[in-house]
């Protein structure tokens, strides 16, 4: 089955999580939906690429959440034998100086228009490894600092060491954020000068042959969100992997920093959005940074009616999304509404079944769905209780929840647990229900069965943020911070709205807070609310507006023709 993969060259896809399909754990959010939505495009565009990811076999976990909003997580467990066929080769990386086995599955990715696209899951549940070996690859994002490390040197040094043992044939490599950048260091073992050719204080590697060979994507606009080992840590269980000198120069001198190492060993860098890419600029100075703005899969994206009302009056938009771009002259507006309500419905059954509640279909829904950490800001909108329950009197709303945090992250799980408190607080008020276990099925119900997508990141920590993409799809306006890609996507008015301004990055957290809230609060009272409730044919044309001027650019195929354009082909 490998053999139709091997032929002709392809790029090599690196990430630590990928979104393969719902029933399949290996991703925790967004980054592991892009990576699948990248894979979806390549596979429908026919690009030829192979990923490589770990098979995490315990998935990420599943959420519980008691009465009070605490979260308490269990394995999410899956075979991979039941998706996936083993891989006829195993190589060894040395980990605490001892062979760590890694081989793996093939699980193929499978394009609606017919596109494969292989994806090889690391496994060393081998037994040729000792206990703790067998469990490295089995938990996402899981364990201390070694666990994660030694993830990495499998993800990287084994992944890249598989693919040779394979026969595939690569022209570059793609480090989707900075999990697999230790890849780099085996091809600079790979292009290692003869010690008999070097001059005393050359650099023992080829560096620029490698850089030729390497792009790194930055998901991450701080510098506290990286990547980073002890190098006491990195050397017990790297030893001399590569001459320490060499090392310290690419990765940093106190300490192993894996973004420094992919930007220092990739000839193309980019940020996930225009303004992202400003931000990794300031981050890296001396470092040029790209941006290609993430998209997402119209396929995956968009619901079942909305899907049938582009197929009846855009056929082909699935492989041409531009073509959305006359949605907004060429749909007519009941039959957009129509759809809409369809999506909607739906969203009020999985309600109905989860948590009981009966949600009134003729009022607008907000949607907020994200990981649960700070800087997100799930509780913005509840700044200030007394000021929202007034404007809900005035013109009705309703808000459905959803999201996980990790489960070491303590702020976020007292996010959650807050959260509660202010669905109790406002009983009788406004209707809020807060979906638990938030995954891939309840994300496409939420984009599209919401009448209003929210988001509210804390400026400028949101690199791209794609669930507000995913809206447009769906028809469903955004009511977001300007930040990530929604100050390339905002149309005030048009696609949606902004809160706040683009300028005001810098203010303090507090300042930051107050003012945001306040222009969410004047935005939904003066603007939104009242235009939904009292001006259907404006609603509508909005919805529209989303759908011609985001949908129609914020797809990942958009995306992948611009990678394929700027990166992969020069």
Not at 67 to 73: I, L
Not at 371 to 384: E, G, V
Request: glycine share 6%; net charge negative; charged share 25%.
């Amino acid at each position: 089955m490998l053999r139709e993969y091997i032929r002709n060259e392809r790029i090599a896809y690196f990430s630590m999580e990928i979104a393969l399909q719902n029933n399949i754990p290996t991703y925790s959010g967004g980054l592991g939906v892009l990576a699948g939505d990248t894979l979806r495009s390549a596979a429908d565009l026919e690009m030829p690429m192979v990923a490589v990811t770990l098979v995490s076999r315990l998935g990420y976990f599943r959420q519980t959440l008691d009465d009070q909003g605490s979260q308490s997580e269990s394995p999410d467990a899956w075979t991979p034998e039941k998706y996936a066929r083993p891989l006829p080769a195993k190589v060894a990386v040395t980990i605490e100086e001892r062979s760590v086995w890694v081989s793996g599955w093939l699980y193929v990715l499978e394009s609606y228009l017919g596109g494969r696209q292989p994806v090889l899951l690391l496994d060393t549940d081998l037994d040729e490894n000792i206990a703790e070996d067998r469990q490295i690859t089995d938990r996402l994002y899981g364990g201390d600092a070694a666990y994660r490390l030694k993830q990495e040197i499998v993800l990287g040094v084994g992944g890249a060491r598989l693919l040779h043992a394979l026969d595939f044939n690569i022209r570059q490599y793609h480090l989707n954020e900075g999990h697999s950048a230790l890849l780099t260091l085996e091809l600079l073992r790979r292009h290692a000068y003869p010690a008999d050719d070097l001059r005393p204080g050359e650099a023992p590697y080829d560096i620029p042959a490698v850089r030729e060979l390497c792009n790194f994507t930055t998901h991450t606009p701080v510098e506290a969100g990286q990547d980073r080992f002890p190098y006491e840590l990195v050397h017990r269980l790297l030893d001399d992997f590569i001459d320490n000198k060499t090392l310290l120069s690419l990765a940093g001198r106190d300490e192993l920093n894996l973004t420094r190492l992919a930007m220092n060993m990739s000839d193309y860098v980019n940020g996930v959005a225009k303004r992202h890419a400003e931000v990794s600029r300031r981050m890296f100075p001396g470092y040029r940074v790209r941006a290609i703005t993430n998209g997402v899969h119209p396929h995956t994206w968009a619901s079942i009616p909305f899907r049938k009302l582009y197929d009846a009056h855009l056929p082909g938009w699935c492989h041409e999304p531009e073509q959305l771009v006359r949605a907004d002259c060429c749909i007519p507006k009941q039959q957009v509404w129509q759809a809409h309500v369809e999506a909607k419905t739906e969203l009020l059954t999985l309600v109905k079944e989860r948590c009981g509640i009966a949600l009134n279909a003729t009022i607008p829904i907000l949607g907020f769905a994200r990981r649960m950490t700070a800087y997100k800001r799930p509780d913005l909108l509840f700044y200030d209780i007394e000021r929202l329950r007034t404007i809900a009197r005035q013109r009705p709303f309703q808000i459905v929840l959803a999201g996980k945090a990790h489960p070491r992250d303590e702020p976020g799980k007292a996010l959650i647990r807050q959260l509660y408190k202010h669905i109790e607080q406002l009983a009788g008020d406004i209707p809020i229900v807060f979906l638990p276990d938030y995954d891939m099925d309840i994300a496409l119900k939420l984009v599209s069965g919401a009448d209003i997508w929210l988001n509210t990141p804390l400026k400028p920590f949101e690199a791209s943020g794609t669930s507000g993409m995913k809206a447009a799809f769906n028809g469903v306006p955004n009511l977001s911070v300007l930040d990530g890609w929604w100050v390339e996507g905002c149309i005030e008015g048009v696609t949606g709205w902004a809160i706040g301004d683009s300028c005001d990055d810098g203010e303090s957290c507090d300042i930051a807070n107050e003012n945001d809230a306040d222009a969410l609060y004047a935005k939904l009272e003066e603007i939104v609310l009242p235009l939904y409730h009292d001006d259907r044919d404006g609603w509508i044309a909005v919805m529209q507006g989303a759908i011609s001027k985001n949908a129609s650019i914020f797809n990942s195929h958009h995306m992948m023709r611009r990678y394929a354009s700027d990166a992969y082909i020069r």
